[in-house]
């Protein structure tokens, strides 16, 4: 596509740095090319730039074409148009040897990855700036290593951290056992086989010569993964489903079939979109597929309509629940607690991942977190690389209940407390 020569806005600094902070909106992970800039500098001189919030939203409705790219178009633009106390706080993020990592505050999301972009080159050189000092800032040698990413909160992590994350989560393996099956076959195995003995026998002439034995069959369970997309699990479902897609393409895992939901508001089964080889166009049509991501959550609702059209399809052959939400739900607790009730029956283990978890003072005070936590099997963090690796030994052990145990004993104190406030 070719454009017609663009008269430049009175001011051609603004242009240059229009140009520049489109390029870093592009090292922060946002898929912005030269078309969008031109249309940029464009719509500027259409809109006026007077006011910063005009500014803000012409940029913005040109570079950004999803919600999770908001916040990170939102941090990066306060500290490319210049907040100095930000910037400095931004600098301790990415060179903690000087000021220390988290020192002030803790980063908020998209704050690291805006910082990033931001650092990773110096700003266009005016011709006010020629005869200043130039402060080179190296933040190359500042990233985490493969033992610190694993770590990490999905949530906190730049675009250089979450593309090292998931090279790790590509090679992270869940095994699982095979179960016991009530079939059985023939051959060596510690049950009589009645049948085949005195058939052998009718052709020996009525003679019992052999003992003939069935063992037990094995059979592989399925995985069934309920994935919240809710605006507060945005980071986390995408890092939960990468780490899916790829247990759904591996080979001698133990796995029969793998069944893959989101939900917000509405259920989507995208389970179809994780047999695609390559996992960004696989996560791309899920995405495309699920019209709510980002959106409100409805917990209670979106398990009650999977235990009624999909529980019957997929939850056999002893299949694993693998549920990942936060659980802050606003719709009736008692519709929550009637479907997690009807899905712990219908499943042999639910396995809750909750990114809260992370927070070392959390304590299930949330309705939904109370009405869902009695009726699972194993309640865990589900924030980093570190908590899904212990996924596999979760399963493995039907007694690793998680913290589910300290969660039932908080909840009896703080209803104990509130009984105690009522007499």
Known sequence: MTYPDLPLPDDPSLARNITHFARALRRAGLPIGPGRVLDAVRAVRAAGFTKRADFFYTL??????RPDQRAVFAQTFRLY???????????????????????????????????????????????????????????????????????????????????RARRILSTLRLPVKPLPSRRTRGGAGALPDWRQTLRAANRQGGEVTKFMTRAKRTQPPNLVVLCDISGSMSAYSRAVLHFIHTVSNQRGAGWGHIHAFTFGTHLTNITRHLRTRDVDAALAAAGAQAQDWEGGTRIGACLDRFNRDWSRRVLGQGAVVLLITDGLDRDDAGLLSGAMQRLSRTARQVIWLNPLMRWADFAPKARGIQAMLPYVDSFRAGHNIASLEGLAAAMADPTDAGDKARMMAMMREQSDVMGGKGA
């Open 60 to 65: 913005q409705a040109c570079f950004v074409n």
């Open 81 to 163: 148009w210049r907040d100095p106390q930000y910037l400095e706080h931004m600098m301790s993020l990415l060179i903690p040897q000087v000021q220390g990592l988290n020192e002030d505050r803790p980063p908020e999301p998209a704050e690291k990855r805006a910082a990033q972009g931001i650092l990773d080159a110096p700003p266009p050189i005016t011709p006010q700036d020629a005869e200043e000092t130039e402060i080179d800032i190296d933040a190359s040698h500042t990233m985490s290593t493969q033992t610190q990413i694993k770590t990490l909160d999905f949530e906190q992590m730049s675009a250089d951290e979450m593309a």
